[in-house]
């Protein structure tokens, strides 16, 4: 089954090369492209893709704004924003507004069809000094909320092993149950915390470890 893939691109030159890679990789189709947030809003909720690649500097309308619109309409489609900024303020904005991914226009191409194939498995694709910047700021994050503290056991481990980086199936194994199972928990846990995305999640966390120890996962590269 290929995955659908939709761009939001302003340069048209940068789109059709991004559209023809996505045409040409294993698994992915490219299903529409847009220049813009405004034709991007009017188009994509019918398109219904399972993943959007978005330019952050568009003419008018921006793409974290757009991304914050979109998100509420197609809750199960993974956004990835492809930037030239690397500052921490655009980053945690197109976080907060429902990226899933964060990822440099210069990413080649093999990366980036990599990134779009991890995303839509619950992965959340970063260049390498953006995840160091976002790490950094997790470690500037107060203690956790009181929210978390209502969480149950399982669902502390499953929060903590989001906020390692891995995927639902790979939550699934560590912790023996099935995948939909995961899905429960974390449905709950958003629930719970009153948020939307993996993203949220994981920065009402904060640093206060849950007791009783994780399962040991091998590094993800």
């Known amino acids: 089954m290929l995955t659908s893939v939709c761009i939001v691109e302003d340069d048209p030159k940068a789109r059709e090369i991004m559209v023809d890679w996505v045409n040409r990789a294993v698994g992915l189709k490219c299903v529409s492209d847009h220049g813009s947030a405004e034709d991007a809003l009017a188009t994509i909720p019918s398109s219904q893709p399972q993943v959007v690649l978005m330019d952050i500097n568009l003419p008018g309308m921006n793409g974290v704004e757009c991304v914050r619109r979109l998100k509420p309409v197609l809750p199960e489609t993974q956004f990835v924003m492809l930037t ?63 929210a978390v503290a209502a969480l149950s056991a399982r669902e502390n481990e499953v929060l903590q092993l989001l906020a390692q980086g891995y995927l639902y199936k790979e939550i699934a194994d560590a912790l023996n149950v099935a995948v939909p199972t995961v899905n429960t928990y974390i449905r709950r846990i958003y629930e719970k915390l009153h948020v939307r995305s993996r993203t949220e999640a994981i920065a009402r966390l904060g640093h206060t470890p849950i007791k009783g120890d994780l399962p040991i996962l091998p590094r993800r590269n």
């Not at 197109?94 to 839509?120: C, F, H, N, S």
């Open 84 to 146: 030239v900024y690397e500052d921490s303020d655009h980053i945690f904005q197109a976080l907060q507004a429902g990226a899933a991914g964060y990822l440099l226009k210069r990413t080649p191409r093999a990366e980036l069809m990599a990134a779009i194939r991890d995303v839509q498995a619950g992965g959340s694709p970063m260049t390498t000094n953006i995840a160091r910047k976002v790490v950094k700021a997790f470690h500037q994050i107060p203690p956790r909320e009181p």
